[in-house]
C-alpha cells in the first residue's frame, strides 16, 4: 500500500467517503464498484487495495458489504 502517509491517506479517503454518503443517505446503500474505481482514479491506487480497506472497515462493523452493495454498519 505505500508509505505510512499513503497508507493512512487512502484509508482516511474512503472512510471519509462512507461517512458523508451515509450522514446524507442513512438507509441507502452505496455501489461498491463504483467507489472503487473512484478511489483507484482519484488516489492513483488498486482497486485490490480498495478492497482491502473495506474488508477491515467491515471486519470492525462500521459497514455490511452484500455484493456490490455497501450498508451502513452498526
Given at each position: 500500500?505505500?508509505?505510512?502517509?499513503?497508507?493512512?491517506?487512502?484509508?482516511?479517503?474512503?472512510?471519509?467517503?462512507?461517512?458523508?454518503?451515509?450522514?446524507?443517505k442513512p438507509?441507502?446503500?452505496?455501489?461498491?464498484?463504483?467507489?472503487?474505481?473512484?478511489?483507484?482514479?482519484?488516489?492513483?491506487?488498486?482497486?485490490?487495495?480498495?478492497?482491502?480497506?473495506?474488508?477491515?472497515?467491515?471486519?470492525?462493523?462500521?459497514?455490511?458489504?452484500?455484493?456490490?452493495?455497501?450498508?451502513?454498519?452498526?
Open positions: 500500500m505505500g508509505t505510512e502517509n499513503s497508507r493512512r491517506d487512502k484509508i482516511d479517503w474512503i472512510r471519509n467517503k462512507i461517512e458523508v454518503f451515509f450522514k446524507k438507509k441507502e446503500a452505496i455501489s461498491k464498484n463504483k467507489l472503487l474505481a473512484l478511489f483507484a482514479l482519484e488516489k492513483g491506487s488498486t482497486k485490490r487495495t480498495g478492497e482491502e480497506i473495506l474488508k477491515l472497515i467491515e471486519e470492525l462493523g462500521f459497514i455490511k458489504i452484500k455484493g456490490d452493495l455497501i450498508e451502513k454498519g452498526k
